[in-house]
Each structure stands twice: as C-alpha cells, then as structure tokens.
C-alpha cells in the first residue's frame, strides 16, 4: 500500500482529491444519463430527412435503429423520393413515409402539411440546401445536420454535428447523428428489414416462370449504374455469367430497373448460354426479398448492392471511380475490387484517364470468378 502510494505521488491529500474528482465524475455520468433520460422523453414526434438515392437510404437505416432505440414512444416519419418510397415502407422502424416529387414545386407544396404535423425534431441526412431548408420550414425546434452539409444547409441547422474526417464509411458517419442525439452504441450498425411474406411469394412466382424453382442457387447480377464511369465492361460481365453457369453456380438473374433495359441487354447479347432477365421486373421494393435468396451479387457500384450487403448475401462489387471506404458493400463477407490506378477514385461521371476508364478495364473476368469460387468454398466450409 504505502509502496503504491508513494510511487503514485500521492499521500492523504491527493486521496481527498482522487475522491472529489471520482464523485464529480460519477455525478457527471449521472447528469449526462439525466440530459440522455431527458432528451429520449423530449421528442415524440420525429421526421427524418434522406430522399434519395437508394443506396444512400440503405446507408441511413442503422441510424433509423439508433433514434427508434432511443425514443421507442416517438413517431417516426421518413420523408422520401416518391420512386423510393416502396423500400422505405419495409424499413422496421419507420412509422409513416412521407413522399415527395422530386422538382422543387413537389418540395415547396408539403410545407404547410409539414407544418401542421407539429415536428418537434428534424434529423436530416442529406445536407444539401433543399433538405435543410425543408426541415426549417417545417417548424420543428430542432433541427439536426452536419457541420460540412453542402449548399449553406448548415445555416438552417440549431444543432450541427461534427464530421471528423472524410474517410469514413456513410453508414458510420450518418451514425454521428444518432450518437449526438443520444443514442447509445449497441453493437454493430443494425440493418433491419421488415419483408412481408406477400414479397417473398411475388419473387418466387417471379423466378419460377423463369425456371428458377425455390431452393436452387442462383447468382444476382447487376450491371449497369447511374454513372457511365461505374460501369464495368460489358463482354466483362457476359464472360463471368457464362462461367458461373459452366461451373455449377446455378442460374445468372439480371437485375435492374426500366432504365437499365439496354445495358442488361447488351451483355445477354455476348452470353453464349441463357440468362434470366428480370430488369424492370421488380418494384423496388421488391429487391430486400429478390436479394435475400440470391447465394451472391456482382454488380457495379450501385443502390442494389448495398441492399444486398443489408439482407446479408455476398457481394462481389467492381468499384472504379468511387471510394470503397466512403460507399462500399458495409460489413464483413463481401470483396471490392478495383485496378490500382493513381487517378482511382475521382468521384467523376466523365473518365479524363488517357486509357478510358481503366480503373474498371484492368479489373479481368477470371479475378472475379476467382472470388466467387472462394466465397463457395467458404460457404461449404464445415463450421
């Protein structure tokens, strides 16, 4: 005792003082539980703003967890793109979707509808000017964002959160809103579902027009995506779907929406064996249950594979001119990959690469069927 104490430094004195500093701590803790206690019972009416796109919404859900965790008594509505309305409506926790049109008069109309909903808290994820300026318009006393939200959104904000760096993942940072609101860390970011069985019988009508009867494996395959400078190769593509298909993966299901008609088309043209095609098929919120029954996604970097990383299948992304680290496949069991180029990533929808989008070219077939044969040995792996 008296060896610890004078190796410490301190004698009676430095006690008293360890004393009063571990009661001020303790009555710290206490009042920051007392503010937590507080600000749970506070809110009881919540809207949370992330419109658009896919992928974002995906990256908003554990946030979604962390504020229904926090206030279970509270309403919360998400105000959404009207085209992604139909993924919100399975996202667990959300009580009401609020839809909008995407031009700035199907903003402006919902204001005084807002209005009236008496919102006492506005979380809002996209930080770009009209979002934030919403979110002022509609009354509510408090108004959360970040602190480097684009377009002057901050300016409409009364709480701004801190992004300390710019190389984390979107899920985390979105977290960084949760946590200043309150909410506790409980494990790993929670991506939570709720899928109707009417969804799950509408895919498997779907895919067993095609051939695809319940119990076989399958692999998702998702080629196109917003950018042109996302895409990897199409020949790329139908070279793999063949393969998988000579190996026994089972069937090659092309996803997509109306949109990405001619792009699936495109590499189904360069397929030597037959693929299904159900581009345009699906609603989107139909993708959760389509995606669950997949054994794997490859795809481009694209709203459908960050839903298929939340229903837990594999992921093989190709990734090009986008960061893996900010917007990649979120959790452990899926593979990025990408040609090691010193322009990668450039966040760009146009290639200025004296060797056009090479950063997607120099990533071969036979790398990625070389993944997805490991993911199947991983799979069939006794545990």
Known sequence: MQRRARASGKGEKGKSHEIRGSCASRLSRISRQSRAAYMMEAYRHILLIKPSSLGDIVHAMPT?????RAYPEAQLTWLVKREWAGLVERIDGVDRVWQVESTLTGWLSQVSLLRAEQFDLVVDLQGLFRSAAIGSLSGA????GFANGREGSPWFYS?????????????DRYLLVAKALGALESGAPEFRFRIPQTDHEEVDRLLSQSGVTPGMSWVAMNVSARWP???WPAEAF???ADRLQQERFGAVVMIGGPAERADVAAVISMMKSPAVDLTGATAVGLLPALLSKASMLITNDSGPMHI???VGTPVVALFGPTSAVRTGPYGAGHTVLSGKVPCSPCF???CH???PLECLRTVSAEQVLAVVREQRTLRMAPR
């Open 64 to 68: 979604c967890v962390a504020i229904r």
């Open 141 to 144: 006393p408090l108004r959360v």
């Open 159 to 171: 709480k701004r959160v801190p992004v300390p760096q710019s190389e984390m993942h979107a899920v």
């Open 229 to 231: 400078t996302k895409r």
């Open 238 to 240: 139908a070279e793999v």
């Open 308 to 310: 298929a990383a939340a």
């Open 348 to 350: 760009s929808r146009a």
């Open 353 to 355: 690469n004296t060797t």
